[in-house]
């Protein structure tokens, strides 16, 4: 596709619930990137992919967090017993390669309610 | 304290008007500047992309990087009323791959 897709676009679940969002990378982009966005603060940073194997997941806040590229190409973010605090916007990007000096560019987000 | 400081605004002007907006920083291994764009419920959009210190100009947006006050600006020059948004900025180290956003800055310009 000619962006980053993320689906959904809205997802609400109840507490304790298992939820999976989906990230369709740019066609070639090899690092993809997962954010998570509360209300009125900046992106913070949870997880890089290069390839298949996760380079970075200093940002995953426990271990209800989980997330897979299994061909390099399309992500999945798991999390697993969800609380009311995860409710955010999860934002996915992506760039041509895993250098500092590549641009990232970001979907349009899943907003996650958690009731 | 947040290693990136933004000002929240918000921030009104008329159209025509020059914008600035500006963040602070703690963390001297920052390398890498951006600024993104950002229309409600929306994904950023990468407005202006610096490395190290000086000055970027591209149409009506200048970014500069003061990297010894730690401070950088975005300039928007004849604003418009689809300037309207949320703005980030981002850094990140020289051998990081995560960016650091500000909180943004929310800017309306109005007719």
């Known amino acids: 596709g000619a962006g980053v897709s993320q689906t959904p676009s809205n997802k609400v679940t109840e507490k304790g619930k298992y939820v999976e969002l989906r990230c369709d990378p740019i066609?070639?982009?090899?690092?993809l990137y997962w954010y998570r966005q509360s209300l009125g603060q900046g992106p913070e940073f949870l997880i890089y992919?290069?390839?298949?194997?996760?380079?970075?997941d200093s940002g995953l806040p426990n271990d209800r967090f989980f997330a897979v590229r299994p061909e390099g190409s399309v992500s999945t973010l798991k999390i697993q017993r969800t609380e009311r605090g995860d409710s955010a916007v999860y934002l996915c990007?992506?760039?041509?390669?895993?250098?500092?000096?590549?641009?990232?560019?970001f979907g349009q987000g899943t907003r996650l309610t958690v009731v | 304290q947040k290693e990136v400081e933004q000002d929240p605004g918000p921030l009104s002007v008329p159209e025509g008007a020059i914008v600035s907006l500006n963040c602070t920083y703690s963390?001297?291994?920052?390398?890498?500047f951006m600024w993104y764009r950002q229309y409600s419920r929306k994904g950023p959009e990468l407005l202006m992309y610096?490395?190290?210190?000086g000055n970027k100009e591209d149409g009506r947006f200048t970014a500069q990087v003061d990297k010894s006050s730690k401070y950088i600006s975005l300039f928007i020059r004849d604003s418009q009323p689809s300037d309207s948004a949320t703005y980030l900025c981002?850094?990140?180290?020289?051998?990081?791959?995560?960016?650091?956003f500000g909180k943004g800055t929310s800017l309306l310009v109005t007719p």
């Open positions: 610096t490395y190290s210190s």
């Open positions: 992919f290069q390839g298949t194997g996760a380079a970075d």
């Open positions: 963390n001297s291994a920052f390398q890498y």
């Open positions: 981002a850094m990140k180290r020289n051998s990081g791959y995560a960016l650091n």
């Open positions: 066609s070639g982009h090899t690092a």
């Open positions: 990007a992506s760039s041509p390669g895993g250098g500092s000096n590549t641009e990232a560019f």
